[in-house]
């Protein structure tokens, strides 16, 4: 089992940065692919970017593709999302989810159904 703790949240003006992190326990945080979402009042959680269990591979959604960097430091189990250049519509609160798998790190999942473990949640607010 797995536990996740997210944190960086805050409020920051249009065009700022954050440093989310989600801290993991356990002893097999190697094994897990582990993806970032979101959720604003009022809409679905949608995916943010993902990372393969050994890092080798990454994915990102099209919204946030050039401006948000996921990496992972597998020693610290600790998982980053880097956000750059925010928007107000990126206000939401950021969820990162745990997915065991030994599968190929290309078959990452982007559907929340498919992670297992997930943290309480950071919220970030972007201000206009």
């Known amino acids: 089992q797995v536990q996740l703790v997210e944190s960086g949240g805050g409020l920051v003006q249009a065009g700022g940065s954050l440093r989310l992190s989600c801290v993991a326990s356990?002893?097999?945080?190697?094994?897990?692919?582990i993806g970032w979402f979101r959720q604003a009042p009022g809409k679905e959680r949608e995916f943010v970017a993902a990372?393969?269990?050994?890092?080798?591979?990454?994915l990102y959604a099209d919204s946030v593709k050039g401006r948000f960097t996921i990496s992972r430091d597998n020693l610290k189990n600790t998982v980053y999302l880097q956000v750059n250049s925010l928007k107000p519509e990126d206000t939401a609160v950021y969820y990162c989810?745990?997915?065991?798998?030994?599968?190929?790190?290309?078959?990452?999942?982007?559907?929340?159904?498919?992670?297992?473990?997930w943290g309480q949640g950071t919220q970030v607010t972007v201000s206009s």
């Open positions: 989810a745990a997915d065991y798998s030994l599968n190929s790190p290309l078959l990452i999942s982007t559907t929340p159904s498919s992670y297992e473990y």
């Open positions: 356990g002893r097999t945080f190697s094994s897990y692919n």
């Open positions: 990372i393969s269990r050994s890092a080798y591979n990454t």
